[in-house]
């Protein structure tokens, strides 16, 4: 089971697989059990995907991961990709509206570390 971080401009925190697009996220949400995704929205000024994209296909395919947090800088779209999320999601999935906890980004890099060695 991964954790998968869409961003095309932050780097992933530790223990996360990085998608700098949104065909990588889809590509690592078709070939991997993903257990976190966090989602930026804006992925460049040329491209003309989104982080909605992923949340698209997520509901169209019911590929939902474990848990879903959004780390959009966009207040707008952000609130957009969870609503959608929210009232699509299956019940045992979590849907979260901010970015992940640092508690558990620490958990999850401790967890990276003592995996690695």
């Known amino acids: 089971m ?13 223990g996360f697989a990085l998608a700098k697009n949104a065909s990588e996220c889809i590509l690592m949400l078709e070939e991997c059990e993903v ?4 989602l930026d929205h804006d992925l460049g000024y040329r491209v003309q995907e989104t ?11 019911g590929r939902f991961p474990r848990r879903i947090y959004i780390h959009t800088s966009s207040p707008s779209a952000g609130s957009n990709m969870y ?7 299956p019940e045992h999935v979590e849907v979260h509206p901010t ?12 967890q990276h570390r003592l995996g690695a060695s």
């Open 35 to 38: 257990d976190i995704l966090s």
């Open 99 to 110: 970015k992940i906890p640092e508690d558990l980004l620490e958990q999850i890099a401790i």
């Open 51 to 61: 982080g909605m994209d992923v949340v698209h296909w997520i509901i169209r395919t």
């Open 83 to 89: 609503q959608m999320l929210y009232s699509s999601k």
């Open 2 to 14: 991964i954790h998968v971080y869409l961003d095309d401009w932050r780097s992933s925190p530790l």
